[in-house]
């Protein structure tokens, strides 16, 4: 199926998602699958557009289902994202796209919640803890879902919070009213095992890869004494112009002392940020908004895999791995961050 067969098959929201000309290799892919009502795993690059290639279709047949009228007062999709960080930035992503539908939506973390228990909007963001939260205090709320999707499953996977979202799974299966309908759709990065991994969380679905390609620029230097002479860095940044740069550490303890670093070594206080869960959420929004900003002052940031995922913090020239990461799907999130526009 071509790119304008599809956009037929999408009359209501491909102008909304889709208004440029060319829809990517993981939307062509995957847009026809979720209208025929299969469940998918979504296997593909950051920044190649997997969200659009399934929220998309879903609207589509949510509004479809209502004649392009869609007034339901229901909680029918449920988005589950493994951050906070990342709930917010899908939220503010897609609620306007949603709006234009009809489609009312809300995100619900243990920072954030506009959730109406009384009046649920129709598409809800969350991360596991806070569905958990929901499902034992509000269980009749998810009886109508028609939809799960799980953004960054290779995240949540193969830890307490992946066996934590597979039972929720598991009980949302027995209060929802049909079952048998309900749809599956799981986003995550390139993995190897796919069957084994989906298999854990839901089954009869279809596996989707989009392995796309993106050219790297990339450097070893030499850091000597664990990064205290981070003067290096700095001369390349001078040196390619390079203003805008999220360098990534293992932990909290490492990022706290990057950021001393830079800064001395910089000597600007005000332009270098860090990020991780330890920090309020106040400060964590302020952040990513100074690093979204869209002119070309001056801005780093100092994260652990806090802004590993997902989250668009608009264009990075530049990502420094001041530790190696802890796995290569590690290594693909955060060298992913780069250059994404």
């Not at 009502?37 to 969200?51: R, V």
């Not at 679905?205 to 993106?214: A, D």
């Not at 100074?290 to 806090?306: G, H, K, Q, Y």
């Amino acid at each position: 199926m071509d790119d304008v067969d599809i956009r037929k098959k999408l009359p209501y929201t491909h102008r909304i998602f889709f208004p440029f000309p060319k829809l990517t290799d993981v939307q062509e892919q995957t847009i026809p699958v979720i209208l025929s009502k299969k469940n998918a795993l979504i296997i593909s690059p950051t920044a190649s557009g997997k969200t659009e290639a399934v929220i998309s279709p879903i609207c589509e047949r949510m509004v479809e289902d209502c004649n392009g009228e869609f007034d339901s007062k229901k909680l029918l999709v449920l988005y589950i994202v493994p951050t906070k960080a990342l709930v917010n930035d899908i939220y503010k992503r897609l609620e306007n796209k949603l709006d234009r539908l009809n489609i009312t939506s809300a995100s619900k973390t243990g920072d954030v919640n506009n959730f109406k228990i009384d009046h649920p909007q129709n598409v809800l963001f969350t991360t596991p803890e806070s569905c958990d939260s929901l499902l034992s205090r509000h269980p009749q709320i998810l009886k109508e879902i028609k939809f799960i999707i799980i953004d960054e499953l290779h995240f949540l996977d193969n830890n307490f919070r992946g066996d934590q979202l597979r039972i929720l799974l598991q009980r949302i299966t027995k209060i929802v009213n049909n079952p048998n309908e309900l749809n599956y759709y799981a986003m995550s990065a390139t993995i190897n095992e796919a069957n084994e991994m989906c298999d854990r969380y839901f089954k009869n679905y279809e596996i989707i890869i989009s392995k796309g390609s993106r050219k790297i620029n990339f450097a070893t230097i030499d850091a000597e004494d664990n990064f205290i002479k981070l003067e290096k860095i700095k001369k390349i940044f001078v040196e390619q112009k390079i203003n805008r740069a999220i360098f990534f550490c293992n932990s909290r303890r490492k990022t706290v002392l990057i950021t001393k670093k830079l800064i001395d070594v910089f000597a600007r206080d005000d332009r270098i940020f860090e990020h991780h869960s330890s920090i309020s959420s106040d400060v964590r929004k302020h952040v990513e908004r100074e690093m979204a900003r869209t002119d070309n002052i001056l801005s780093f940031c100092v994260a652990t895999s806090s802004l590993e995922i997902g989250i668009d913090i608009g264009n990075i020239d530049a990502v420094v791995l001041i530790e190696p990461p802890l796995t290569v799907s590690s290594l693909l999130q955060r060298i992913g961050r780069g250059n994404r526009r």
